[in-house]
């Protein structure tokens, strides 16, 4: 089983949809918790980090559940400049070299 | 201010070719990797450096080498290519809190696309 794992998609939604990713993770000691944004062969950005009360960015929001080890990402009102593959990244421990990157989410908004 | 930089951009290599990936970061931040991303798999660890003159392996470390002689430039040299690492190549660098290994947010160069025949 991989460390981190997310559904690749694509997800293809219409504008103005919303829209959900989930992401799960197997060690339970991991302790940070990110989504990335990456743009067609671009490099990743940093999106949102995502804490244990869940916390939201304008039409983005980023929950954390620990007991099912598993971080989602919403969007709402999707734009077409949304189009993009979301990384889901998590830290197993305090300790750089810990940083796993799971595969992405590719998303399509259509007009 | 540039960011992280990377080159070249795009690179044809024949196998069994040597050939170093240009890295360099103006931010002063301490921690600076490279990655490899390859369809399906996410970016993985290549290595890693948390200052200069200090590096270490990460998950995928065979047939790449790396040196931190400035806080600036962290390249990595491929010792003998093979088709296999055909990839994209991302460096990236971050901060550091004041204990160890934070982990902070990474900022990333454009991307070096590599192909090796």
């Known amino acids: 089983r991989k460390e981190v794992e997310q559904d690749p998609g694509p997800f293809n939604v219409p504008e103005g949809a919303t829209v959900a990713f989930n992401c799960t993770y197997s060690?339970?000691?991991?302790?940070?918790f990110f989504w990335y944004r990456q743009d067609c062969r671009k490099e990743p950005k940093l999106l949102m980090s995502?804490?244990?009360s869940g916390n939201e960015d304008g039409r983005f929001t980023a929950q954390l559940n620990r007991a099912s080890q598993y971080i989602s990402l919403l969007i709402r009102d999707s734009k077409l400049s949304d189009s993009a593959t979301y990384l889901c990244?998590?830290?197993?421990?305090?300790?750089?070299?810990?940083?796993?990157f799971g595969p992405g989410t590719s998303l399509s908004v259509i007009p | 201010n540039a960011g992280v930089t990377q080159t070249p951009k795009f690179q044809v290599l024949k196998t069994g070719q040597s050939m170093t990936l240009q890295c360099a970061q103006d931010m002063n931040h301490e921690y600076m990797s490279w990655y490899r991303q390859d369809p399906g798999m996410g970016l993985r660890l290549i290595h890693y450096s948390v200052g200069a003159g200090i590096t270490d392996q990460g998950e995928v470390p065979n047939g790449y080498n790396v040196s931190r002689s400035t806080t600036e430039d962290f390249p990595l040299r491929l010792l003998s290519a093979a088709p296999s690492q055909t990839s994209v190549y991302f460096c990236a660098s971050s901060t550091t809190g004041r204990t160890a290994y934070s982990a902070d947010t990474q900022y990333f160069g454009p991307g070096t696309r590599l192909t090796v025949l």
């Open positions: 990244v998590v830290n197993k421990q305090t300790s750089y070299d810990k940083v796993i």
């Open positions: 995502v804490y244990s």
């Open positions: 060690n339970s000691a991991s302790q940070s």
